[in-house]
């Protein structure tokens, strides 16, 4: 007998939750469990690349200012995080430039792995999934459950932020209400990660269930 979990095609698991929630962490932890080939994309690994990039930095200059740029020439990210979540326009001006190569890359690695020709998978990590739409091209969704506090403890302890900058960034993503009530299931990330394993074990059996879908049928425009 043919089940899902056997039949060639591409299914696309997207992940969401608040900044510091540890979305990588279940990312990990399900790409442990999935039949493989299972592909992992992080927006935020994405923009880093581009960020690091000689022709971007020169383009996100010209629009923003030479101000942000380091001494090698390029972008200096936190000088890029802190004017454009102090200014609304600007944050959006940089994602005008950006967020196009970035959907760009996703897809064509989601089309690389499709293309494959087996049963695969792919986790999406993307922050702004659902203001870019691209919960549109999934077929199961998580969201990652943690308090407040202890989100802000974790994003402030990792990349050194103050407790403003955190809030700026929560504050510029869609409200975590609307992310939950779009989910399909829930994981609880703020005890202990032993935790884990017990609570993904029911929804990965749920994601092998899932049918595959060609990408370029869910792609949103």
Avoid at 201 to 218: F, T
Wanted: proline share 5%.
């Amino acid at each position: 007998m043919v089940t899902n979990q056997q039949l060639p095609g591409l299914r696309i698991v997207g992940l969401s939750g608040g900044i510091g929630a540890g979305k990588s962490t279940v990312a990990k932890y399900l790409s442990d469990s999935l039949p493989k080939p299972v592909l992992v994309l992080s927006a935020d690994d994405e923009v880093g690349e581009l960020l690091n990039s000689a022709e971007v930095s020169v383009q996100v200059a010209e629009v923003l200012g030479n101000h942000l740029l380091g001494p090698d020439g390029l972008l200096d990210r936190s000088a890029v995080a802190a004017h454009i979540f102090s200014d609304e326009k600007a944050r959006k001006t940089l994602e005008g430039l950006l967020h196009p190569a970035v959907r760009s890359s996703i897809f064509n690695k989601l089309s690389a792995l499709e293309q494959s020709g087996g049963a695969v998978w792919a986790l999406l990590d993307v922050p702004l999934m659902h203001e870019n739409g691209l919960d549109r091209a999934c077929d199961f969704e998580i969201f990652v459950e943690v308090s407040a506090a202890e989100r802000c403890r974790r994003a402030c302890q990792r990349h050194g932020w103050e407790e403003n900058e955190w809030k700026s960034r929560e504050k510029a993503q869609l409200p975590l209400e609307k992310k939950q009530q779009a989910a399909d299931a829930m994981v609880h990330n703020e005890g202990a990660l032993s935790s884990l394993p017990e609570q993904l074990a029911p929804i990965v059996e749920q994601i092998l269930s899932l049918a595959p879908r060609p990408l370029r049928d869910r792609w949103p425009a």
